[in-house]
């Protein structure tokens, strides 16, 4: 099956995985199968963000990752790994509107919010 991420979507995901010192199986499977996309696309992305902003933040709102031959089980453990994102974004969005911080960087957050929920539900009916 083909699976289709906005690429900050898949930046956040893997990061994610990344993040986790032992992740479990199914995450650290998800990195391995994955990892021949992500690499390239990583050092890309940070090249970009070091001599061109506008194009970085093009490929990152305006491009997508497909993954081709994805198996139930690793859209399966995506939605996971989104959903994990989520709490944390939760947590963070509580603590930024009792904080009554930046209100910009908090709306940006909901919208990423939003955007993962999609995602999740995407993933969740394809694994």
Not at 30 to 59: M, N, Q, T
Not at 104 to 110: A, F, M, T, W
Request: without cysteine; negative net charge.
């Amino acid at each position: 099956m083909e699976l289709r991420f906005t690429v900050w979507q898949f930046v956040r995901l893997m990061v994610h995985i990344e993040e986790h010192a032992n992740p479990p199986k199914s995450l650290a499977a998800l990195l391995a199968a994955w990892d021949e996309i992500w690499k390239p696309l990583d050092a890309e992305l940070a090249e970009l963000a070091e001599r061109d902003f506008e194009a970085y933040s093009e490929l990152m709102m305006d491009q997508e990752v497909a993954i081709e031959d994805a198996t139930a089980d690793q859209a399966h453990s995506a939605q996971q790994a989104i959903d994990e994102i989520m709490a944390i974004m939760d947590r963070t969005i509580k603590a930024d509107e009792n904080a009554d911080d930046d209100p910009e960087h908090l709306q940006n957050l909901k919208f990423e919010r939003r955007e993962l929920r999609q995602l999740s539900r995407k993933l969740n009916r394809a694994g």
